[in-house]
């Protein structure tokens, strides 16, 4: 999840390249890297942005082209690249999950527990928002409620270490009733929000009579056997990376609670490269409103629903996501016209972190790097 109202700067940032203070750091590599089926520009490309961070660092790739999946995993360790194994390792994704989220808003208006994405969340809750803003599913999706974009400005000072951890429903509940301030009105503007992945994740759960974990692994994880995927980090405790600060300190891992459905996924990068594999069909077909975009950020950039539509990076637009708490950093992106998709998931903290957009260029580089 990324860090208070910042995501549409960081877009922005992304949208015109990403610099940094300091120096391009070049470190030796060890033999065993060159052995992938990628091509020597690209596991240069990766393993030179895995130079950029501190000792302990790793990065696991899946890049999908055709029907064919590649993995490429790599660890900084006493300031040496080394290879890694680490494609069934697992990773916190952060916002990443917001995609799966949208994914369940779909099969709910499918499956007639929500009747459409335009219909105003209000009658599905049983508290009023503050000053009663008429908010659709659309625009809770798509990041154009109005809602703010997390849900206090001191939310990474009160427990910058685990900042939801206290964020239970009762407590979301109570915000939405009686702190909340509406950036706009809904559907004006785009801002990307927390806040309202939440708030659409506990409607899904309460129409569902069910937890957000029990619809992940019934409409998504289950049928697609991503048997590493989960909001619930005790079941993959033995695979789980350690998670490291951008300065290389080790980290807690996040506690999402109530907030769950914008941030709270674990999961691997073959799990991510099923789903991807598996997105391909089902955002030509039953998905495909999840890629048609609603609103235009920037010359760059537009916001679907869940997904973002990247443009001017590549000969033609993609689909892509990232995200971040504070020991992980994740990207991904599919090309729908050219069926090939990229996974990045690190362990290297998004917060605060100066560097953390050379991820996401890693992502566009790596889609932009196939000839043909």
């Given amino acids: 999840m990324n860090r208070i109202q910042q995501m549409s700067w960081m877009i922005l940032l992304l949208a015109a390249g990403c610099t940094f203070s300091g120096k391009v750091v070049r470190l030796p590599v060890t033999d065993g890297l060159e052995h992938t089926a990628l091509s020597a520009e690209q596991t240069g490309m990766i393993t030179s942005t895995l130079a950029q961070f501190p000792d302990h660092s790793q990065i696991a790739v899946a890049v999908l082209t055709g029907n064919e999946t590649l993995y490429f995993g790599a660890i900084r360790q006493h300031d040496t690249i080394r290879p890694c194994n680490n494609a069934n390792s697992v990773f916190e994704i952060g916002s990443i999950t917001k995609v799966f989220t949208t994914q369940l808003l779909m099969d709910a208006v499918r499956s007639g527990k929500i009747k459409s994405l335009d219909e105003p969340v209000a009658s599905y809750l049983n508290y009023s928002i503050k000053g009663q803003p008429d908010i659709t599913f659309r625009q809770l999706a798509s990041h154009t409620s109005g809602l703010p974009g997390n849900l206090s400005a001191s939310i990474f000072t009160t427990d910058a270490a685990n900042p939801y951890k206290k964020w239970d429903e009762e ?47 019934q409409n998504i994880c289950d049928p697609l056997h991503m048997d590493h995927t989960t ?36 999961s691997t990068v073959s799990d991510l490269a099923i789903y991807a594999g598996w997105s391909m069909t089902a955002l030509h077909q039953s998905l495909i409103d999840m890629t048609l975009p609603t609103v235009q950020i920037n010359d760059d950039l537009q916001v679907a629903l869940g997904w ?65």
């Fill in 171 to 217: 407590k979301l509940r109570d915000f939405l009733q009686h702190d909340v301030a509406m950036h706009d009105a809904p559907g004006q503007n785009y801002l990307y929000s927390n806040v309202g992945m939440a708030l659409l994740a506990t409607i899904l759960c309460s129409v569902s009579e069910r937890d957000y974990e029990f619809l992940l692994q």
């Fill in 231 to 266: 909001t619930n980090r005790d079941q993959i405790s033995s695979d789980l990376v350690q998670g490291y600060n951008w300065k290389g300190k080790p980290t807690e891992n996040w506690d999402m609670d109530a907030m769950a459905g914008a941030g709270a996924i674990l």
């Fill in 308 to 372: 973002h539509v990247v443009s001017n990076k590549t000969p033609e637009p993609f689909l892509w996501h990232n995200g971040g708490t504070g020991g992980y950093k994740s990207s991904m992106a599919i090309d729908l016209n050219n069926g090939r998709s990229v996974v990045i998931l690190t362990n290297i903290g998004a917060t605060d972190n100066p560097r953390k957009g050379l991820i996401d260029q890693l992502c566009f580089d790596l889609v932009n790097s196939f000839e043909g």
